[in-house]
């Protein structure tokens, strides 16, 4: 389970923000898909198993919207924001950047 949200676009896609727990920290991925349903099926086809949205207590940004619309693949990550809320000064990075990683730490 993870901390999230969503937010519906005017097209009627979504924009799907989660909070995983990943090594030391966390990381933060954005999904844009069609529906809810189908943001999460793309994650738990990439590996991601145990996904699960409950609720919208963290749900994406303009700013994060925007990056996650302009981004070919529709699925970016990076560092989650600490406790304190403060964002990390870090690009978003695509998906593969991050599966290469994991590949690399197991």
């Given at each position: 389970?993870?901390?999230?949200?969503?937010?519906?676009?005017?097209?009627?896609?979504?924009?799907?923000?989660?909070?995983?727990?990943?090594?030391?920290?966390?990381?933060?991925?954005?999904?844009?898909?069609?529906n809810r349903a189908r943001a999460l099926t793309r994650l738990r086809n990439l590996g991601f198993r145990a996904i699960y949205l409950r609720g919208n207590t963290a749900p994406p940004t303009p700013d994060e919207i925007t990056a996650v619309l302009h981004h070919p693949d529709g699925l970016i990550w990076r560092t989650a924001p600490t406790g304190n809320g403060v964002v990390p000064p870090e690009l978003w990075h695509p998906i593969r950047a991050l599966l290469r990683r994991s590949a690399v730490v197991q």
């Open positions: 389970m993870a901390a999230g949200g969503f937010c519906k676009l005017p097209n009627g896609t979504v924009v799907v923000a989660l909070n995983l727990p990943y090594d030391s920290a966390g990381v933060r991925v954005l999904v844009h898909a069609g």
